[in-house]
T-cell receptor
């Protein structure tokens, strides 16, 4: 079945440094969604991308969908302590099942 | 307030004792799902439902049952729980059919199950 690979599993950054997580699929995706899960919390929807090459911004967060619609990225500029958590991508397959990346945990070094 | 409510939030039980985790949403959503979350494995879909009386297996359905008799409720049943079902469980809902852009999933607060 369809799989979405997400890397890295963890990323340690100093506050103020940038952070990026990537999702890749071997098949073309109709859309991709991004979620954030704070420690001890539940996943919260951030954004969805639909169009080839689409770029969307939310303040310091930039989301991209690849031209071939097989990959996507989330980039955070100048991380803050409030950005700590795990970021997930998710895509819906042709059977309406949501396929999730394994998540990237953002850790801010003290 | 729009929400997905799961109960219980925490449960410690023993192998073989049937249990049900309830999930209810007040957003009139057609699509509902159950996930389990284990360290390093992300979110794995157990079952999903596109509407009343329509359910489908996700990636890890073994040992679980679900039912969708009403639109708002989607209980998860463990008929004979085993220790490998110790996990954090999330219920989620969204509207359906998914548009080309998909529909945002709304998650409950989670249920932490420990099976001894």
């Amino acid at each position: 079945g369809q799989q979405v690979m997400q890397i890295p599993q963890y990323q340690h950054v100093q506050e103020g440094e940038d952070f990026t997580t990537y999702c890749n699929s071997s098949t073309t995706l109709s859309n991709i969604q991004w979620y954030k899960q704070r420690p001890g919390g539940h996943p919260v929807f951030l954004i969805q991308l639909v169009k080839s090459g689409e770029v969307k911004k939310q303040k310091r967060l930039t989301f991209q969908f690849g031209e071939a619609k097989k990959n996507s990225s989330l980039h955070i500029t100048a991380t803050q302590t409030t950005d700590v958590g795990t970021y997930f991508c998710a895509a819906m397959d042709s059977n309406y099942q949501l396929i999730w990346g394994a998540g990237t945990k953002l850790i801010i070094k003290p | 307030e729009a929400q997905v409510t799961q109960n219980p939030r925490y449960l410690i039980t023993v192998t073989g004792k049937k249990l049900t985790v309830t999930c209810s949403q007040n957003m009139n959503h057609e699509y509902m799902s159950w996930y389990r979350q284990d360290p390093g494995l992300g979110l794995r879909q157990i079952y999903y439902s596109m509407n009343v009386e329509v359910t489908d297996k996700g990636d890890v359905p073994e040992g679980y049952k679900v039912s969708r008799k009403e639109k708002r409720n989607f209980p998860l049943i463990l008929e004979s729980p085993s220790p490998n079902q110790t996990s954090l469980y999330f219920c989620a809902s969204s509207s359906f059919p998914p548009s080309p852009g998909g529909q945002p999933q709304h998650f409950g607060d989670g249920t932490r199950l420990s099976i001894l």
